[in-house]
């Protein structure tokens, strides 16, 4: 079992920036940042891999920055926009078999941390 606890959720105007946590209670072989809104698909936004290699999805990779220091994950999320508001998830993988991008991948799961952005 892997318990992990974001942090880091705010309101913020658009062109602001955030930095989330996400703290892990042990290793896994990955990690990673998903993003969910009402009605739609859970979205993978980042994601770290145990021998360092990270993989961003194309439609924040100019703005957002995936890092991992021991057994804290960190989105660094800059030039936020309206559509960046979301309920943005940890997750956590003993064995990453998948995408890094896909939910599938991952067992263990955060309880999401609220991102607003206003314009």
């Known amino acids: 079992q892997v318990e992990l606890v974001e942090s880091g959720g705010a309101s913020v105007q658009a062109g602001g920036a955030l930095r989330l946590s996400c703290k892990a209670s042990r290793y896994g072989s990955g990690m990673a940042w998903f993003r969910q809104t009402i009605g739609k698909e859970r979205e993978g936004v980042a994601a770290?891999?145990?021998?360092?290699i990270t993989t961003t999805a194309p439609s924040v990779r100019d703005r957002f920055i995936v890092s991992q220091v021991e057994k804290i994950l960190y989105l660094q999320m800059n030039n936020l926009k309206p559509e960046d508001t979301s309920i943005y998830y940890c997750?956590?993988?003993?064995?990453?078999?998948?995408?890094?991008?896909?939910?599938?991948?991952?067992?263990?799961w955060g309880q999401g941390t609220q991102v607003t952005v206003s314009s």
């Open positions: 770290v891999k145990i021998d360092g």
């Open positions: 997750a956590a993988a003993d064995w990453c078999s998948g995408s890094l991008l896909s939910a599938s991948t991952y067992t263990y």
